[in-house]
């Protein structure tokens, strides 16, 4: 048996590491506003794990459609419904059966000061408030639940005035957090870590006021080759990316 020489050995781990490196993919991913946070813990244990690249462009599911439409370079999708990856699915532009739901959705009424909010609706309709924040319901399904919650509550016409629109959810909560706006609808996740509330205060706007906000994750045409995309796709599904999901305020 030949014996390594120390000179061999690092030879041999230099191969080795080429080999993984050559291994490793980059991964393009549009992926809604509200899964920011989530998105970039699970992308650092991804990327640890496996040795690929996640590059994400965050903004709302709307707007991320269309650059998906006008051919941006978007190999995986992960959106805040689960209508818009069917379209994009039943267009060609995503792979067939790729399509899964990869979180669930809840919305919040959300005020940056810690008294403003009771755990309760009540603030929203006493009216006495100058702005109520909501992303844009034309881009942004978290935007699109905001109006049912008005609607179901027959506040719509009352607080019309008073809305002002981010063009994403993120947009949203920058009007509240930033004190542009007393109080606002936004995705729990945004608010919320480990079981309790990050800062403010809030009502956690009961389901039955809205539609269900089911997440879809979709493998694009322009990714069905990237092994780093599908590798991605799986992780989302295992259980290291559930914990964190779930962490945020999400159900699975």
Known sequence: MTERTPRT??????????CASALAEEVQVAVAANFTAPLQAIARKFEKETGHNVVASFGATGQLYAQIQHGAPFEVYLAADDSTPAKL???????????????MGSLVLWSAKADYLDGSDAVLKQGQFQHLAIANPKAAPY??????????????????????????ITQALQFVSTGNAELGFVALSQVFKDGQLGSGSAWIVPQTLYAPINQDALLLKQGQHNPAARALLEYLQGPQAAAIITSYGYNR
């Open 9 to 18: 050995c690092l030879a041999l781990f230099a191969g080795l590491a080429f």
């Open 89 to 103: 699915e039943s267009a060609g532009l995503g792979v067939a059966g790729s399509r899964f739901t990869y979180a």
């Open 143 to 168: 935007g699109l639940a905001a109006t049912q919650v008005l609607d179901k509550l027959g506040l719509r016409a009352a607080l019309q005035s008073k809305l002002v629109e981010g063009q994403s």
